[in-house]
Nanobody, 126 residues
Framework: QLQASGGGLVQAGSSLGLSCVAS????????MAWFRQAPGKERDFVAA????????YYADSVKGRFTISRSNARNTVYLQMNSLKPEDTAIYYC?????????????????????WGQGTLVTVSS
């Protein structure tokens, strides 16, 4: 139900934009997020956005470089990644959960989200 795209191979310092189209009813009711998983590592939170774009959340490692946004008209969430670093190399997954998580900490937890995309690979060369 979630289809991510936009990954690729780029050089350090470059920019890349990811998109995720959600085939869900009432997309505007969903909190959307991006997670990433590097080889041999756990899946980590990257960014999240509330249903009306009123609130955004970022991992410390990407603050100031990545921007999450959404278009409820297009059922799409975006992740604009600037100043990419080799350590950003990972498979990026979009995720969704209907309504807002009850607790603040749940926003950053992968188990909160019950819809997942297939992932798109981002490789940043040094």
């Amino acid at each position: 139900q979630l289809q991510a795209s936009g990954g690729g191979l780029v050089q350090a310092g470059s920019s890349l934009g990811l998109s995720c189209v959600a085939s869900v009813r009432s997309f505007r009711r969903y909190t959307m997020a991006w997670f990433r998983q590097a080889p041999g590592k756990e899946r980590d939170f990257v960014a999240a956005i509330s249903w009306n774009s009123g609130s955004t959340y970022y991992a410390d490692s990407v603050k100031g470089r990545f921007t999450i946004s959404r278009s409820n008209a297009r059922n799409t969430v975006y992740l604009q990644m600037n100043s990419l670093k080799p350590e950003d190399t990972a498979i990026y997954y979009c995720a969704a959960v209907r309504d807002a998580p009850q607790y603040y900490s749940e926003i950053f937890t992968s188990s909160t989200y019950d819809h997942w995309g297939q992932g798109t690979l981002v490789t940043v060369s040094s």
